[in-house]
C-alpha cells in the first residue's frame, strides 16, 4: 500500500519560487505514473503535471514553463518546482500516484495529504 507525503508548501511573494517534495513510504512500481495536483477553496481539482513509467512529462498549460516535475532515480520521490508564482497559484497542493493503466483511465488509487502553498 503505497503512502505519500508531501512537503515544501509555505507563504511566498509573487513572482517568489517554491519546491514541493513527495516521498513515498514505499517503492513505487515500475509501471506507476505519478503526479501532481492542486485545488483551491471553491474551485475544482486541477491536474498541473504528471510523469509516466518512461520518464515521459506532461503539464498543464496554466502552469507550463513555470513548473517543472522530477522524479528520484528510485522512483519513491517527486519534486515539483514552481516559479513565477503568481496569487492564483494559491492553493492546495497534491501529489497522487497509480499504475499507469490506471491512470491513464482517470484514476488516482494513492494521494498525499496535501500541502499549503499561499502566494500573496
Known amino acids: 500500500h503505497v503512502q505519500l507525503v508531501e512537503s515544501g508548501g509555505g507563504s511566498v511573494q509573487a513572482g517568489g519560487s517554491l519546491r514541493l517534495s513527495c516521498v513515498a513510504t514505499e517503492y513505487i512500481p515500475y509501471k506507476f505514473c505519478v503526479g501532481w495536483f492542486r485545488q483551491a477553496p471553491g474551485k475544482e481539482r486541477e491536474g498541473l503535471a504528471s510523469i509516466d513509467s518512461d520518464g515521459s512529462t506532461m503539464y498543464a498549460d496554466s502552469v507550463k514553463g513555470r513548473f517543472t516535475i522530477s522524479q528520484g532515480n528510485a522512483k519513491n520521490s517527486l519534486w515539483l518546482d514552481m516559479s513565477a508564482l503568481q496569487p492564483e497559484d494559491t492553493a492546495t497542493y497534491y501529489c497522487?500516484?497509480?499504475?499507469?493503466?490506471?491512470?491513464?483511465?482517470?484514476?488516482?488509487?494513492?494521494w498525499g495529504q496535501g500541502t499549503q502553498v499561499t502566494v500573496s
Open positions: 497522487a500516484a497509480d499504475s499507469c493503466g490506471r491512470w491513464y483511465r482517470g484514476y488516482r488509487n494513492y
